[in-house]
């Protein structure tokens, strides 16, 4: 099972910037996928979940109307669509699978290796 995240870097406040996670070694369109985030000095936090049929969705409240999860079935690949990006938006992002309502890390069972996303002007 591997899981990559791709798609970090520098980034104005107000910006915008896509994560991806692709994924492989497992059958991908029947897994629920999470993003996860870790800013420095703090814990990591669930950001959000899609189920495997991509009808639900999850999201933490700090980044609910800014943020947009989605999936590709064919691509073995989850994508976080990060729109109004704050400095507090500045962590490593980390792709995992498994998860649900409560983004809580104890449900996921595998990591990517995570991607730096920066908000600073």
């Known amino acids: 099972v591997q899981l990559q995240a791709s798609g970090g870097g520098l980034v104005q406040p107000g910006g915008s910037l896509r994560l991806s996670c692709t994924a492989s070694?497992?059958?991908?369109?029947?897994?629920?996928i999470a993003w996860f985030r870790q800013a420095p000095g703090k814990e990591r936090e669930g950001v959000s979940c899609?189920?495997?049929?991509?009808?639900?969705?999850y999201y933490a409240d700090s980044v609910k109307g800014r943020f947009t999860i989605s999936r590709d079935n064919t691509k073995n690949t989850v994508y976080l669509q990060m729109n109004s990006l704050k400095p507090e938006d500045t962590a490593i992002y980390y792709c995992?699978?498994?998860?649900?309502?409560?983004?809580?890390?104890?449900?996921?069972?595998?990591w990517g290796q995570g991607t730096l996303v920066t908000v600073s002007s």
């Open positions: 070694g497992f059958p991908f369109d029947y897994y629920p």
């Open positions: 899609i189920m495997s049929s991509e009808s639900r969705t």
């Open positions: 995992a699978r498994e998860c649900g309502s409560h983004l809580s890390e104890y449900e996921s069972d595998y």
